[in-house]
């Protein structure tokens, strides 16, 4: 069937953005990092003193730059320097280490890295014999080290090195909790569709503030902050580390109007108990994800804003727009991009069921160019032109997609499809619990998998003191009796990626806890 939607505009590259933004806006606060203030003028003046002392230090188009910088100005300018020199920039996330981080350097073998002092050591470590000879220049770093602002202080006479929209620019590693962490290859028109379409979304204009704390090297901490604020010639205010005892008070100090939190924090949040000035902020729209209506309601009331919601991976972009309307569902489909739910046989279910989600860009190079050196990764993601996102929703009567699970989160018992996310919305329903994590668990050889639930506790309690049957019960009044889960263990804190996004890998492995609790031997049931 031909899509009869228009297509729409395919905004310029970020990079002449920015230039044009520098000549309009001059010495306007484009972002403010922890009280360091960049200016539109300022990241285009650094951007290419930098991309001249690259050039000069012998990248040339083509080659990688490791960039290892937690979020400070520089790490922009390392980002904006490569796309001047036709480099594909590699902000690797800081919090790697040992073989996590020393597969990246084997899989991109960067020509060149940039790297803050305290992240130098780990570094070191994990250069083999390819990256023996790589330069390293230190931010921060002391006498005798290469250092970054040797790089600044070359000139700025960059070299002219051609710019199109299909042209790659940055290399996201994905989190690798579904397996190896792949390269992401994203090209210049991906990222600037991504950062328009996100300023448009949430009715940005230059008095809008963008606050963030997510990292800069993932794409939600670029596009909802920096890169929607260079396009709308907002304001962004980046945090280095999340707040976490006085986040409400660190946004409405920073005037934020716009923000884009991971789930938990929005969560925590709502948990917390009520006060008065909740609602005392400059916030508009607040982007978050699995709320009930009941909650979605009390959230905007309480805090005096609209809740937005969308969906999207780093292989695509955004493929759901943000919106404000319903903000319970996963958003309606960006007309950037065409969708298919499909069954395990790769058919169309029909409207209203639950399948995989694919999807495909309408236009070139609004999507990922492959993942580096993995062609077979990269042909493994596609179906017939359609990306598998490994994903499982259904789209309602009036189109709006309805996220029901990781299709490698899913979990079979008794015949049964069982969504993780489905159980996990409803434990943490229950008062008291801030975070949960549902994986299978065969108590042994053969057995029939069961349901396993890790539980992240408001306030730490002794698991004798804690009331499991009740929480069995809980489920049972919302959950199908074969998805309230067997076996149920508090953990101090679960375990997460750099953007808050809990891994279930480990948790998959663990082997059951002493104090983990049993409902079937505890002879706790649910009706059927």
């Known amino acids: 069937m031909t899509d009869a939607r228009p297509l729409p505009p395919l905004p310029p590259p970020l990079p002449f953005v920015l230039a044009e933004r520098a000549r309009e806006l001059g010495e306007r606060t484009l972002a403010v990092f922890d009280g360091e203030t960049l200016t539109f003028a300022g990241l285009r003046d650094a951007s290419c003193r930098l991309a001249t002392g690259l050039a000069r230090a012998g990248l040339r188009q083509g080659d990688t730059l490791l960039v290892m910088i937690g979020n400070r100005p520089e790490i922009l300018a390392c980002l904006f320097a490569a796309a001047e020199l036709g480099v594909l920039a590699v902000p690797a996330n800081v919090a790697l280490k040992g073989e996590s981080l020393g597969h990246v350097l084997r899989t991109v073998r960067p020509q060149l890295a940039i790297v803050e002092a305290c992240w130098l050591e780990r570094l070191g470590e994990v250069i083999g014999p390819a990256q023996a000879g790589m330069p390293i220049y230190v931010l921060d770093g002391a006498a005798g080290q290469r250092n970054y602002e040797e790089l600044l202080s070359t000139g700025n006479d960059v070299p002219a090195v051609p710019l199109g929209p299909g042209d790659p620019w940055l290399v996201l590693f994905t989190s690798g909790t579904t397996g190896v962490a792949k390269g992401v290859i994203l090209p210049h028109q991906q990222l600037a569709s991504a950062a328009w379409d996100a300023a448009q979304d949430f009715g940005m204009h230059a008095d809008s503030v963008f606050y963030t704390f997510n990292p ?252 499991f049957a009740a929480v069995i019960v809980h489920c049972g009044r919302h959950l199908a009796y074969f998805m309230v889960p067997r076996f149920i263990e508090l953990v101090p804190s679960l375990p997460r990626t750099a953007l808050g996004k809990i891994e279930k890998h480990p948790l998959k492995k663990l082997p059951l806890g002493a104090a983990a609790f049993d409902a079937r031997a505890a002879g706790v049931h649910v009706p059927r």
């Open 216 to 467: 800069l090297f993932h794409l939600n901490g670029l596009v909802f902050g920096p890169l929607a604020a260079l396009v709308a010639g907002a304001r962004t205010v980046v945090r280095r580390e999340f707040p976490r005892e006085r986040t409400l008070a660190d946004v409405r100090a920073s005037g934020a109007t716009h923000w884009a939190p991971v789930p938990f924090v929005t969560r925590g949040l709502l948990a917390a108990p009520p006060r008065p000035d909740d609602a005392d902020n400059a916030l508009q729209v607040v982007l978050t994800f699995g709320f009930t209506a009941a909650e979605a309601e009390i959230f905007q009331r309480r805090f005096g804003c609209r809740l937005g919601t969308g969906y999207g991976t780093t292989e695509m972009g955004m493929i759901c727009r943000t919106q404000t309307e319903r903000p319970t569902t996963s958003g309606r489909l960006s007309d950037r991009r065409e969708m298919r739910i499909v069954d395990e046989e790769g058919l169309d279910v029909e409207p209203g069921e639950v399948g995989e989600i694919l999807v495909r860009s309408r236009q070139p190079f609004e999507s990922m160019l492959g993942y580096f050196a993995m062609p077979e990764a990269t042909a493994a993601a596609f179906t017939d032109g359609w990306y598998r996102t490994g994903d499982l929703g259904r789209l309602d009567e009036d189109g709006y997609l309805h996220f029901a699970d990781r299709a490698k989160d899913s979990l079979k018992r008794r015949g049964e499809n069982i969504s993780t996310f489905q159980v996990e919305q409803v434990l943490m329903l229950y008062p008291g619990v801030t975070a949960a994590a549902v994986v299978g668990y065969r108590p042994a050889a053969g057995a029939e998998e069961e349901v396993r639930a890790f539980l992240e506790l408001e306030q730490p309690i002794a698991p004798e003191q804690f009331d």
